[in-house]
């Protein structure tokens, strides 16, 4: 098999560690008024809102709005649900701030420094342009450029996503990989041509993860981490 | 006066030194066809259709069109008006690629590390995505993301080019600073709001250059090379 000359990255629970990075931030702001919180519940409730709130883009009931707003629209949501109104605009809209400073797994900064040596690598997240840039920053990811939803104004799976990704790359699908720790993910890069790299994630939602805990199909390329990936594609 | 938080950058002259990387691969694939040629004034002509060509996107005569596009079509141009027909399509592709194998000036990539150290930074091109992600890769251009046409969808100075970098990393205006060696990109820039830095490169187009010698406006900052901009910008 030729290598592909693009991977393009999935990157909350991929390669940042989103679960514990907001739990954190979470624990933090409400320590600083007092309360107390379940933290890691309440990461879990602000990311249940995610799928929601994007469909109503991907429907196209609302026009196409930055990850950045309906994280904090989908914060604003889970404090009023709980009952919480400690927090001042100003307060929340830092808060809603920390996806961009989630800490990477640990295989993902050699990892990405490998496949970077040879092959054109991107994200090709949901989160904005701005977003994935400052999270890069944070995290150390050394990416040749930052594709995703804010290139095509939607948000994955919607099959346009992953074609203005190769677009945007002047690649025809097949020379462009997707790398996800996300079987659905990679089903909707697979429907539009692009080819496929699983890497397992299994402790994404914690202790109890049972979701995209092995490969739901035969991936190209199904690794543990991303310097088995580098391994496979880098000579 | 505040730092700026992201810097913006033209690279065409600014950072990368077309004129002798044009040069140098019109003349190889010349001796390749055992033909002579000037190849400094090619490159100029190729580079004299560069303006013109993307005038028909920014007055909508025509849709956007990738620059890579444009170079190749002002490529063939070029070759016919000098009654050149050696080159087959595919070469004649090959050829246009030359523009994501320059060179950067030599204070560029230390420039830019300091610069990324504590600023975001990205290409505000009239280059696509894909040549500024090609060419990066080439020249050591260590992007935090890549802006520019096509994020807007237009061509510098459009308003909206501007407008739409800063949109895309969720800055104001006066949080950004364009830097470029001309002096009516950064004119474009500063009509929509943001700060403008002056690079001078007076030997872009050589030793006989008259254009863009001196700042025309005083511009926020006048620097001699990237480090000075570092060194103003950087604590």
Same sequence: chains 1, 2.
């Avoid at 990255?9 to 989103?18: R, S």
């Avoid at 979470?26 to 008024?33: I, L, R, S």
């Avoid at 519940?41 to 950045?68: C, H, I, K, N, S």
């Avoid at 890069?189 to 995209?212: C, H, I, M, N």
Wanted: with cysteine; net charge negative.
């Amino acid at each position: 098999m030729r290598p592909p000359e693009a991977l393009i990255f999935d990157v909350f629970g991929t390669l940042v560690d989103w679960r514990g990075g907001i739990a954190r931030a979470v624990a933090t702001a409400f320590a600083t008024k007092g309360l107390g919180v379940d933290a890691e519940g309440f990461a879990d409730a602000w990311r249940a809102e995610y799928q929601p709130a994007m469909e109503g883009v991907r429907t196209g009931a609302r026009g196409y709005v930055p990850l950045d707003e309906l994280h904090r629209e989908n914060l604003v949501r889970v404090l009023s649900i709980r009952g919480v109104d400690a927090f001042r605009p100003a307060e929340i809209t830092q808060l809603a701030r920390a996806w961009e400073r989630l800490d990477p797994w640990p295989d993902v900064r050699p990892g990405l420094k490998a496949l970077k040596s040879q092959l054109i690598i991107a994200p090709c997240s949901n989160g904005s342009i701005a977003l994935m840039t400052r999270l890069a920053r944070h995290a150390g990811l050394v990416w040749d450029c930052v594709l995703g939803a804010d290139i095509a104004h939607d948000y994955k799976p919607t099959p346009a996503v992953y074609r203005a990704a190769c677009d945007a790359l002047r690649l025809p699908p097949s020379a462009v990989m997707m790398v996800a720790a996300h079987n659905d993910d990679l089903a909707a890069a697979r429907a539009v041509g692009l080819r496929t790299g699983f890497v397992a994630r299994p402790y994404e939602y914690g202790s109890g993860q049972r979701s995209d805990l092995a490969p739901a199909a035969e991936w190209d390329i199904v690794v543990d981490d991303l310097p088995e990936l580098a391994g496979r594609l880098v000579s």
